[in-house]
């Protein structure tokens, strides 16, 4: 079974099968940035399927997400309750968070689009593909060249993520 299959497939399974590694991975990640530039994309085959190419203008960025709820401030004035502004749900995905948090780091480039690579009990991990729309490769891509002319393109929720989330909620 595992001869028939094409390389993309078998990194997917490969990825399943051996959780130990992330575990390890995790380990180093925890101690790290928010926000950390990596080398190579740690799932190749979705990060290709989500656009990804290895070539000049295209850079990968690991993202670490909190998970849980967000807390608003407390109203200042008045008598109010002891749990006011402590349950509200960010309405967003932790995706879209993840792209929103990348591409403040990464201030001259786009986001593409954006995967989950692992979690724990406290965090997740998501990469973010980016992309420089001035790299002289990217413009010359007839498939990429729509990125010249857009800017905050994970702010104003034009990315998968932004999409995927109900926007009739916000």
Known sequence: ??????????????????????KVRMMAWRKGETVVRADRPTRLDKARMLGYKAKGGFVIARVRIKKGGSKRVKPRMGRSPSKAGRFFNVRKSARW????????????????????????????????ILVDPQNPSIKADRNLSFLAGQRGRAERGLTAAAHKTDRRKL
């Open 1 to 22: 079974m595992a001869d028939t299959m094409g390389l993309y497939q078998n990194l997917r399974f490969a990825f399943r099968k051996n959780p130990e590694l992330m």
């Open 97 to 128: 968070i993840a792209e929103e948090k990348a591409s403040r780091v990464f201030k001259n480039m786009e986001a593409l689009n954006s995967y989950f690579v692992c979690a724990d009990g406290k965090n997740d991990w998501f990469e973010v």
